[in-house]
């Protein structure tokens, strides 16, 4: 049975701030004075210099390195979740777990590739502490990178269930190894005045937005008719119409599985804004939208016809 991934893909915004500051020209008698005045048009006062926002190569570094950094940790933190639901399966598990692990290798590669992607897209900010900190994340990343390629890659297998789950452990493992430097980079940039106010003024580093709010709430009864939206924050399982439907969450992403009448199964794997949908043999079709998803949970929308 195939698995279907749906992934859903967030642009990170480099914003610069510019600012302009007009200067007051005094006017004397005599030519010193006028030299002295021509001087001090040209200083900045203390005010304007403590008015000046970040530059915006300092803005660019930090919202590139918090995506970069945000994906990581989320990378991490995923690989974890997942491994524990391949190596240790629900008894009542909808599919199987090498079905799990195809899923499971199939995104935790194209999500590393877009960590080394960001990390090498992260300029050098000229503050020794901010370079060292990319540099070890980058370092780390391109050691694992090439392993868990070879990994990940089905070209070498008969189908892509071979040896799924054995690949999948020893994948979890390599993610595992990546660890999270210290100082982190939160530690650095307070530590940098003129890159914490570019962290403040970077979109990528501002906290995430709250889970929107769902019309049908938390209650998966809803679901039954074949059409609803409901927040899930921890596993649940329920009715879709004809469909058994489970719902599981890692800190990114939402799982759902489904069971069908005739004893058909699949699973989707959803990140905010990612769109799938399974069907069965009579041509009944569910689609599912993940409105949001994040360490909180998730708002997902189901449509049946």
Known sequence: MPVTTGMGRVAGLAVGVTLTVGAALAVGGCASDTEDSDDSARRPSASASKAAGPSRALVTWAGRMCAATKLYETVKADSADEIEEITDPPEDALIGPEFTAMGYLSSTSSSLDEVAEKLGGVPSSGIAAADRLHDSLAEQVATIHPK??????????????????????????????????????????????????????????????????????????????????????????????????????????????????????????????????????????ATVRAVAVTGDGAVLRFSTK
């Not at 409901?230 to 489970?246: G, Y």
């Not at 990114?252 to 699949?266: D, I, Y």
Request: aromatic fraction near 4%; proline fraction near 8%.
């Open 148 to 285: 868990v390629t070879a990994l990940t890659d089905n070209s070498g297998f008969t189908s892509p269930a071979e040896d799924s789950v054995d690949r999948a452990e020893r994948v979890g493992k390599l993610i595992k190894s990546l660890k999270t430097p210290e100082p982190g980079l939160k530690t650095v940039v307070a530590k940098e005045p003129k890159l914490l106010a570019a962290y403040r003024a970077a979109p990528p580093c501002a906290p995430s937005e709250p889970l929107p709010k769902a019309a049908d709430g938390t209650d998966t009864g809803a679901c039954a008719d074949g059409s609803c939206e409901i927040l899930v924050t921890k596993r649940v399982d329920f009715p879709l119409r004809a469909w058994r439907v489970r719902v599981s969450l890692t800190e990114t992403k939402a799982k759902v599985s489904n069971g069908g009448p005739e004893g058909g199964a699949g699973q989707l794997t959803l990140t905010s804004g990612g769109t799938g949908s399974f069907g069965d043999a009579n041509g009944d079709q």
